[in-house]
C-alpha cells in the first residue's frame, strides 16, 4: 500500500491538496457558536453563518465562514436543506413514473434529469429510438439550456446589485418557458421525456415559435452585453474574483461552466456525443482565467451556440415517430383507447404495472447547463429501478465554494455562489 | 441505445481500491465523476458478478473519467454487512469528499481517512441510513425531534 505515496504524486495536486486542506473548514454542523464561545480573545477570527435563508443563496444553501474581519478564511457548505430522499422515492416509482420524480431536481433544468433517466433505461431496455424522438429531445434541451442561462444571467446580476439584470433575464427566460409549455403543457417539471421517446409530437405552429424566440434573442443578447458585459461596475465586481484552475477543477471533480472557464476545453455534447450531438456544428465556450467573469461570459456565449444549435435543428428536423414503437414500452394511442378493450387494457396495464426492465446496471449522462449528469441505474429484472442515482453537477460543484472563496471578501462571497450557479433542488436530491 | 458507450467495469477488493484508482489515474483518468453504493439486501439475484467475485451486501461504485481517450471506468467494490468500511479516495481525487460523505449518510459504510466523517443530507442526529433497503419509506413519522 505504500505504492501510492511513492509514484503519483505530481506537483499540481500537492497544491490543489494543500489548498484543499486550508480552505474547507471542517467542522460540524452544530460545533459554529461553541467554538465561538470557547475562542480567547486574542483569537480575532469569528465564524459566521450566511443562510440558509439568505436571498443570494438560490435556495437553502448554509455557509459556515470563518471570518478574519472582513476577509473570508475558510468556510464550509452546509447542504441537506431540501433533502426530502427523491432516490428513495425513485425505488418504489415504476420506470415510466421516474421522470416525474427526477424532473424535480435541477427545477431550472429539469429536461437534463429526465433525460439521463430515460438514456439509462433504454440502455437497459436495450432500445433504438427513431431519428424524429432524439432530435426533439436535442430539441428541448437546447431550449431549456436557454432557459436555465438565462435565470443565470437574471440572479447573477440581482446579487451583484444590477437589480434592473433581474426583470430582463426574467422576461427573456418567460420567452423560452412559454415555448416550453405549448410543446410540453408544463412551463416546469415538464415530464416530457421518457423512457422510449417524448410524451407528445412537436405541437403544430412549433417551428414558427421556435423561430420567433431564436430570432428575438440575440437583439436581447445584446442588450446584456450593453448592460453588464462592458460596464466598469460590473467587471470591477467580478473580473479576478473567485478563480480556479483546471488541475483543481478535475481533482474537484468539476464539470461544466466552471472547468471551461479555466481554458479547458471538456463538453460532452463534443467529447462523448449524446443523441445527434455529432450532427450538429457548434462551439465549446472557453474562458482565460477561470474567474466569476469568464463563468458569466461562457454561459452568456453558451446560448449564442444553443440558438446556432437550434436553427441547425430547424433544418434537420426528421419526420416519423416520436417514440419507439415497441408495445412493451410505448401506451397505445389515445384514440385506440376508445375504441378497443385490447388498446384499454394495454393502456390500463402500462400505467398500473409498468414494463419490465432486464437487471443490469448502466451509467449514463449528459451535458446539462451546470455540467456533467449523470444517472446511474439498477434494475432486479422488475417494474421499479432497485437503485436509481443521479450524480448532480450543482452538487460536486458546489465543492469549489471554499476554494474560490478564500481571501475573499463577503461581497465576493456573493459573486462566487452565484457564479457556481448551484441549483439546491438538484444538490439536496 | 447506441450512443450510450458501454463503460467498462473493473471489480475491485477493497485493499486494491486505492492501489487501482492510483494506478488509473496515472493513466489518464483526471477525474473522479461519482462515488455511490447500492445495498444488494433484496435483490433477487445477482448474475452480473464474475466467479470470483464473492457478493457481499454493499457495493461502493466509482466512476472515473478520462479525457485525453473520451471515456469513463466503473469500479465496483464488494463490502460486507458486518465490516462496512473502505478506505477513502480523498487523497487522490478530493473531490470525493462531498461524495463519500453522502454514501457514509445514506448506507452508513465509513471511509477511513475521511477528513469529515459527518453527515451531509440528513440532520446530525438522525439515526439510520434511509438508502439501506430494511429503512422503510416512512419510517420514522415525526422527522424532527424539535418540532414536537
Redesign the interface.
Known amino acids: 500500500?505504500s505504492?501510492?505515496e511513492t509514484?503519483?504524486e505530481a506537483a499540481t495536486d500537492e497544491a490543489?491538496?494543500r489548498r484543499?486542506?486550508s480552505a474547507?473548514l471542517?467542522i460540524?454542523?452544530?460545533d459554529g457558536e461553541r467554538l465561538e464561545a470557547e475562542s480567547s480573545a486574542s483569537d480575532t477570527s469569528m465564524i459566521m453563518n450566511m443562510g440558509p435563508q439568505h436571498p443570494s443563496t438560490h435556495g437553502v444553501l448554509r455557509l459556515m465562514l470563518e471570518m478574519e474581519g472582513e476577509t473570508v478564511m475558510r468556510s464550509k457548505p452546509v447542504?441537506?436543506y431540501l433533502?426530502t430522499?427523491m432516490?428513495?422515492?425513485a425505488e418504489?416509482l415504476t420506470y415510466l413514473q421516474g421522470p416525474t420524480n427526477v424532473t424535480r431536481m435541477d427545477y431550472a433544468a429539469p429536461l437534463f434529469s429526465e433525460l439521463a433517466f430515460s438514456?439509462a433505461t433504454?440502455?437497459l431496455l436495450?432500445?433504438?429510438?427513431p431519428p424524429r424522438a432524439t432530435w426533439i429531445r436535442m430539441l428541448m434541451c437546447e431550449l431549456n439550456r436557454i432557459s436555465s442561462h438565462l435565470l443565470f444571467q437574471a440572479t447573477n446580476g440581482m446579487d451583484i446589485g444590477a437589480v434592473s439584470m433581474m426583470l430582463y433575464g426574467w422576461r427573456e427566460r418567460e420567452e423560452a418557458l412559454r415555448l416550453l409549455e405549448t410543446i410540453t403543457g408544463l412551463r416546469m417539471n415538464h415530464n416530457y421525456i421518457r423512457p422510449g421517446g417524448v410524451a407528445a409530437d412537436l405541437p403544430d405552429g412549433w417551428r414558427d415559435e421556435v423561430l420567433t424566440l431564436i430570432d428575438a434573442l440575440p437583439a436581447r443578447l445584446k442588450e446584456f452585453d450593453t448592460l453588464l458585459t462592458g460596464q466598469p461596475i460590473y467587471r470591477e465586481r467580478l473580473q479576478g474574483v473567485g478563480v480556479i484552475n483546471t488541475a483543481e477543477c478535475?481533482?474537484?471533480?468539476?464539470?461544466g461552466p466552471i472547468l471551461r472557464s479555466t481554458g479547458y476545453a471538456?463538453d460532452l455534447r463534443r467529447?462523448?456525443?449524446?443523441?445527434a450531438y455529432d450532427e450538429v456544428d457548434f462551439d465549446v465556450v472557453v474562458g482565460t482565467y477561470g474567474d466569476c467573469f469568464d463563468r458569466y461570459a461562457i454561459r452568456l456565449n453558451e446560448i449564442r451556440e444553443s440558438i446556432r444549435i437550434l436553427a441547425q435543428i430547424l433544418d434537420q428536423m426528421p419526420s416519423g415517430d416520436y417514440r419507439v414503437q415497441d408495445k412493451k414500452v410505448t401506451p397505445p394511442p389515445r384514440a385506440r383507447i376508445d375504441e378497443s378493450m385490447e388498446a384499454l387494457i394495454h393502456h390500463f396495464k402500462i400505467f398500473t404495472e409498468g414494463f419490465k426492465v432486464p437487471?443490469?446496471?448502466?451509467?449514463?449522462?449528459v451535458e446539462s447547463p451546470r455540467g456533467?449528469l449523470?444517472c446511474?441505474m439498477?434494475s432486479?429484472?422488475s417494474a421499479v429501478p432497485?437503485?436509481m442515482?443521479i450524480?448532480g453537477p450543482s452538487?460536486?460543484n458546489?465543492?469549489t465554494l471554499p476554494h474560490l472563496m478564500r481571501g475573499g471578501m463577503v461581497a465576493d462571497a456573493v459573486a462566487i455562489i452565484s457564479s457556481v450557479d448551484p441549483i439546491m433542488g438538484e444538490v439536496?436530491? | 441505445m447506441s450512443d450510450i458507450v458501454e463503460t467498462p467495469v473493473l471489480h475491485v477488493s477493497r485493499d486494491q481500491l486505492i492501489e487501482t484508482v492510483a494506478g488509473l489515474r496515472d493513466d489518464g483518468y483526471v477525474s473522479a465523476l461519482d462515488v455511490t453504493a447500492v445495498d444488494y439486501l433484496e435483490h433477487p439475484g445477482r448474475s452480473d458478478l464474475p466467479p470470483e467475485v464473492e457478493p457481499e451486501r454493499f457495493e461502493l461504485v466509482v466512476t472515473l473519467i478520462s479525457h485525453t481517450t473520451p471515456g469513463r471506468i466503473r469500479l465496483r467494490v464488494q463490502v460486507p454487512a458486518d465490516d462496512p468500511t473502505v478506505p477513502t479516495l480523498f487523497d487522490l481525487f478530493p473531490g470525493t469528499e462531498a461524495l463519500e460523505r453522502e454514501v457514509a449518510d445514506m448506507y452508513g459504510i465509513v471511509f477511513e481517512g475521511h477528513p469529515d466523517p459527518t453527515r451531509i443530507l440528513m440532520p446530525p442526529d438522525w439515526e439510520g441510513h434511509p438508502l439501506r433497503k430494511d429503512f422503510a419509506v416512512g419510517r420514522i413519522p415525526v422527522q424532527f425531534k424539535a418540532t414536537r
Open positions: 500500500m505504492a501510492p509514484t503519483v490543489v491538496r484543499e486542506n474547507v471542517r460540524g454542523e452544530d447542504i441537506g433533502h430522499g432516490e428513495k422515492t418504489t438514456m433504454e440502455a436495450g432500445l433504438e429510438l478535475l481533482a474537484l471533480g468539476v464539470t471538456w467529447d462523448m456525443p449524446y443523441l437487471a443490469g446496471e448502466v451509467y449514463a449522462a456533467e449523470g446511474y439498477v432486479d429484472g432497485y437503485r442515482h450524480r452538487f460536486v458546489l465543492q439536496d436530491r
